[in-house]
C-alpha cells in the first residue's frame, strides 16, 4: 500500500495561469494573453556570451550561490542604478525569481506563521507561503485603487505575522506603489519584527519616468529586508532561469542553505550571459509596452470595460463585474465562444476581473481584442 503525500503539497492547485493557457492550447484557433512572455528575443550579445562560455567549456559546478563575477555584476548594477550596498557575499544567484521566493520564505517561515500579502496578487506567493506551512494573509487593495494602505497593513499585523510581501509594479494590476505609499508603509513597519520581501522583477518595466520606487530604499530595515530580482522580464530571459536574491549577510547564510540543497547552483555556462545582460538597455521593450498598453487601454475603454491604468509590468486587470458571472466562468466560456483566452481574477484573489497580458506581438493583441470585443457584444445582445 503507497502511503500518503505531504499534506501541504496536496492541499496545494496546480496554476490557474497555467491551466488556461493550457485550455488555449487544446482549443484550435484560440489565441491565449495568458503568460507573461515577452515576444521579444533575448538580445544577441546575451546569447553570444552564453555560447562563448559553453565553447569555453565553463560547464562544471560552480560555488552555490553563483560565479563570483556574476555576484559582482549584481552588485555594481544595484550600486550604480539603485545606490544599493549589497556585498557579493550578500547576493544569492537562483533558478530565476520563483526559486529565490521559495529559498526565501522556506528559511523564515515556521508552521503557522503569517505571510501578509497585498492582493490582487500573483499566485504562486499563496501557494509557495502554504507548503512552508505558513498563512497567507491577503490584504484587499482594490478599494484603494490597487494602492496598499499603511493603515490596512497595521491592522493586519498579529504577534503570528512573519513577513509582509511587496510587488510593484504588480502583478496582474500594474500598479506602481507610489513614494507616500512606501514612506507610510516604511513608518508602520520600522519598528515592527517582520521581513519585508520586496518582489523588484518588474522594476524597469515602469512607464512614469525611470524606474519604480522600491520600498528596499529604507537601508535602516536592511536586515529585514529581502530584494527578489530576475533577468527574466527586462531582459526577455524567461527560459534561462536565472535571478538573485539580496539580503543582509546572516540571513543569506541561512537561504544559501535551502537553496544549496535544493538546486546546488543555476547553470554555469548562463552566470556570463547574466553578467551581460546587464550591460543592455530595456529602454526600446518598455517603450513598445507603453504603446501596447495605450492602445489595449483605448479598446478596453471602447468596450466599455473599467480598468486602472497599469504604470509599469505587461498586464491589464479590467473589472468584468458587469456581466453577473464569476471570472473562471467568463474565461471559459470566453474560450469556447470566442476563441480567446485570458486569465480569471479569482486565481489573483481578486473576484469581478480578468487579466490580460500585452507582452504579445500588437497583431496578436490586436486579435485578442477583437475577439474579446465580439464576446461582450455576445453577452450583451
Not at 22 to 31: D, V
Not at 174 to 186: I, M
Not at 192 to 211: E, S
Not at 322 to 340: H, K, P, Y
Request: with cysteine; glycine share 6%.
Amino acid at each position: 500500500m503507497r502511503p500518503d503525500m505531504n499534506d501541504a503539497v496536496l492541499g496545494v492547485k496546480p496554476s490557474a495561469i497555467r491551466v488556461f493557457s493550457a485550455l488555449a492550447n487544446e482549443t484550435p484557433g484560440c489565441i491565449a494573453l495568458t503568460l507573461g512572455e515577452p515576444d521579444f528575443d533575448t538580445p544577441m550579445p546575451v546569447r553570444q556570451a552564453a555560447i562563448d562560455s559553453l565553447i569555453a567549456n565553463d560547464t562544471h559546478y560552480i560555488q552555490n550561490n553563483g560565479h563570483i563575477r556574476l555576484r559582482e555584476a549584481v552588485c555594481a548594477f544595484e550600486r550604480d542604478r539603485y545606490g544599493m550596498d549589497y556585498a557579493p557575499d550578500e547576493v544569492i544567484v537562483t533558478s530565476g525569481a520563483t526559486e529565490g521566493l521559495f529559498a526565501a520564505l522556506f528559511s523564515i517561515i515556521r508552521p503557522g506563521d503569517e505571510v501578509l500579502v497585498p492582493t490582487p496578487a500573483f499566485g504562486l506567493y499563496r501557494s509557495i507561503i502554504e507548503l512552508c506551512r505558513g498563512v497567507f494573509r491577503p490584504i484587499p487593495t482594490e478599494e484603494d485603487g490597487f494602492q496598499l494602505s499603511a493603515e490596512a497593513v497595521k491592522r493586519a499585523l498579529t504577534p503570528r505575522t512573519k513577513a509582509l510581501i511587496l510587488n510593484s509594479p504588480n502583478n496582474p494590476t500594474g500598479c506602481v506603489y507610489t513614494e507616500e505609499t512606501l514612506k507610510a508603509l516604511h513608518d508602520v513597519l520600522k519598528d515592527a519584527p517582520v521581513f519585508v520581501i520586496t518582489d523588484d522583477v518588474y522594476r524597469q518595466l515602469c512607464y512614469l519616468g525611470g524606474d519604480a520606487p522600491s520600498f528596499s530604499i529604507y537601508r535602516d530595515m536592511r536586515d529585514r529586508l529581502i530584494v527578489v530580482q530576475s533577468f527574466s522580464k527586462p531582459y526577455a530571459m524567461t527560459g534561462w532561469r536565472l535571478g538573485y536574491l539580496l539580503c543582509d549577510r546572516d540571513v543569506a547564510l541561512q537561504i544559501g542553505k535551502v537553496h544549496q540543497f535544493s538546486v546546488v547552483s543555476t547553470a554555469s555556462f548562463s552566470q556570463k550571459a547574466g553578467i551581460q545582460a546587464f550591460s543592455e538597455d530595456p529602454t526600446p521593450m518598455r517603450e513598445t509596452y507603453r504603446a501596447r498598453r495605450d492602445y489595449a487601454l483605448s479598446r478596453l475603454d471602447a468596450m466599455g470595460l473599467e480598468c486602472v491604468a497599469p504604470q509599469g509590468a505587461f498586464y491589464l486587470f479590467p473589472s468584468i463585474a458587469r456581466f453577473g458571472m464569476d471570472s473562471e466562468t467568463f474565461c471559459r466560456r470566453m474560450i469556447a465562444e470566442a476563441g480567446l483566452a485570458t486569465t480569471p481574477g479569482s486565481c489573483f484573489g481578486c473576484e469581478g476581473h480578468i487579466r490580460l497580458t500585452y507582452c504579445y506581438s500588437m497583431d496578436q493583441l490586436r486579435e485578442g481584442l477583437d475577439r474579446l470585443a465580439r464576446f461582450i457584444h455576445i453577452l450583451e445582445s
